[in-house]
């Protein structure tokens, strides 16, 4: 065996280890949400339960309040990730097309700012949005997650439009259209796939968001799934326990899905740019 090939073994060799170092934790979760509450008490003694049933998941989807949070939790990602897209669009279209001074800091200056951790900012964001009024609303929310997704988006854009031919825009030109409308009728067409790809990115990113809700929204109503797991699981007890593990499920449920189904677009709008003409 070359030593290419005893370097291909190894890279799948590590990478199979590291989806098992992430991977059981979510199938000792499957476990739990699986068992009865007598089998809850046994502990790790048997990894697969004996009965399994689906009566944890029935249970916490009668819920409504549940229902309720995961209604909340997806209107706040889907609008937070619509917003990002639509703030990214104009800055990801002059950093394509438009040759400015500093171009290139403007970028690097946004994926540093997507590196900033929430937890720095939620201290004068939680007084500023208190200034504004706009605490136990779900437009502050919102707000915050379109800026928080914008500078990603703004990257994943910018490939998109790059791999666009320039010519079309300048056929277009030509013809007198302006550049608006050539962005409008022209550009953004040819980048849907881009575009659906920043908004899904974005939108997962805002479901997993935990701090941003637990701070600006006090409300129990108010609250996505995220917040409503956490306060569910500091009352849970041992015999509630398998409750708990079907909600987180049902809760990571949609972002696993939406990965699994888009994940050849959201690579392929990835890729697009690298393989330009």
Not at 2 to 17: E, K
Not at 127 to 146: E, F
Not at 258 to 264: A, E, G, H, K
């Amino acid at each position: 065996m070359s030593a290419a090939r005893w370097g291909d073994v190894a890279t799948y060799a590590a990478l199979a280890l590291l989806g098992a170092f992430f991977a059981l934790p979510f199938a000792w979760l499957i476990s739990l949400a699986l068992r009865t509450p007598a089998e809850v008490y046994r502990g790790a003694a048997r990894f697969i339960p004996e009965s399994p049933t689906l009566d944890n998941f029935a249970t916490i989807l009668s819920d409504p309040a549940f229902l309720i949070y995961l209604w909340n939790g997806l209107k706040l990602s889907a609008s937070g990730g619509a917003l990002a897209v639509a703030l990214a669009i104009p800055a990801a279209y002059a950093a394509s097309r438009i040759d400015f001074r500093g171009r290139q800091a403007v970028l690097v200056g946004l994926l540093a700012v997507q590196m900033i951790s929430p937890l720095v900012i939620l201290l004068p964001l939680y007084r500023w949005m208190n200034t504004l009024g706009l605490l136990n609303q779900h437009i502050s929310v919102i707000a915050v997650y379109g800026a928080l997704g914008m500078p990603l988006a703004v990257w994943l854009l910018k490939v998109a439009f790059d791999a666009i031919p320039v010519e079309l825009e300048e056929a277009a030109a030509i013809d007198g259209a302006s550049r608006p409308r050539i962005l409008a009728r022209i550009t953004l067409p040819l980048a849907r796939s881009g575009i659906a790809s920043a908004f899904i990115l974005a939108m997962v990113m805002n479901w997993s968001q935990f701090l941003i809700p637990f701070i600006l929204l006090e409300r129990d109503a108010d609250w996505p799934i995220s917040v409503a797991i956490f306060n569910f699981a500091g009352s849970v007890s041992a015999s509630t326990t398998q409750l708990l593990a079907a909600a987180c499920l049902i809760a990571v449920l949609p972002a696993v899905v939406i990965f699994i189904l888009l994940q050849r677009m959201i690579v392929s709008a990835l890729i697009s740019g690298a393989v330009k003409g």
